[in-house]
């Protein structure tokens, strides 16, 4: 029973390690609107959440309204989410409140690939913007909240209920690479750094040993970006 015992501690352990996957050049790719498509990730931290820094990049043609990252509790769906309202506005919800960032509409009219990095914090409530390594003014909501670390955590679909009540109209369509969480705010400094494609310590989702999981018409592909900035 013991030698039984231990043969499944160590499968466990393999089977962790499997789904650990770096995809460091490589793209989840959302190639059609969906109720049901989406990439499930889970956290490192089984802690609640006092701050968070979430970063990713985004390459879309869309110019509806869509959702990329989304994390629900039992007793909240919109705990956190970063939405897209407009080609040229983001809004970040946290708990009951949400706070929207404009900026102006890019000259090219083509469509190109966007870094973006929101945090929050519970002491000041401050939200800060980062845009391709560039801040906006900061802004601030829910001052004192705390985020419970039991989550969902979803690229790609907005979620009306805990893991589901996806939306068509609100999924994402086009690609989405390097995406981290952190449990507190980056400085500017590792703002740049996250920009530049280096990774400050501790990331609780690590695109370069990600837990994830495809759900339904998603495909891993690699980076057409990545293979043209290294030639």
Known sequence: MEILHTFLLILAGLLQSVAQ????????????????????????SQRSLTSFTICLRSYTDMTRAHTLFSYATKTSDNEIVLFKSKPNEYSLYVGTSDVLFIFPEKLASKPSWEHICMSW??????????????????NG?????????EASI???????????????????????TDVYVWDRVLSGDEICLVWGNRVPSNPVINWRALNYDIRDYIVLKPSLYSSCRAG
């Open 21 to 44: 996957e770096d995809l460091e050049r490589k793209v989840f790719i959302f190639p059609e609107s969906s109720n049901t498509s989406h990439v499930l990730l889970k956290s490192s």
């Open 121 to 138: 914090e519970s002491g000041t409530g401050l939200v800060e913007f980062w845009l391709d390594g560039q801040p906006l003014p900061r």
């Open 141 to 149: 909501m829910m001052k004192g909240h705390v985020i419970s670390a």
């Open 154 to 176: 979803v690229l790609g679909q907005d979620q009306d209920s805990f893991g589901g009540g996806f939306d068509i109209n609100q999924s994402f369509v086009g690609e989405i």
